[in-house]
């Protein structure tokens, strides 16, 4: 069973700064690509980011320019920097990697960590 194990969310001040990991127990990471989603309380979970297995990175607009994704396909891990925080980022940040073979999806998802930005 693959698992994903998220780390680095917490409190944080307007303005500043966090960078959330991703560590998957899989061996074929690298063909997975990696999505970092986020949902606030009583909204819709929302893309915030994703790599493709080939590095080809989206974000949604509300991050661009102050949220980088990145990946170590070495280390089976996914990052997500974050600058310039705003109260509206608050929400509970989820990981998620995915692939599609041929005949099948595969798709896994972490349990999610807290981020709360203070104004």
């Known amino acids: 069973q693959v698992q994903l194990v998220e780390s680095g969310g917490g409190l944080v001040q307007s303005g500043g700064s966090l960078t959330l990991s991703c560590v998957a127990s899989?061996?074929?990471?690298?063909?997975?690509?990696i999505g970092w989603y986020r949902q606030a309380p009583g909204k819709q979970r929302e893309a915030v980011a994703t790599i493709s297995s080939g590095d080809h990175t989206n974000y949604v607009d509300s991050v661009k320019g102050r949220f980088t994704i990145t990946r170590d396909n070495a280390k089976a891990t996914g990052y997500l920097l974050m600058n310039s925080l705003k109260p509206e980022d608050t929400a509970v940040y989820y990981c998620?990697?995915?692939?599609?073979?041929?005949?099948?999806?595969?798709?896994?998802w972490g349990q999610g960590t807290q981020v709360t930005v203070s104004s």
């Open positions: 899989v061996s074929t990471f690298s063909l997975y690509a």
């Open positions: 998620n990697i995915n692939r599609r073979s041929r005949y099948e999806t595969y798709e896994y």
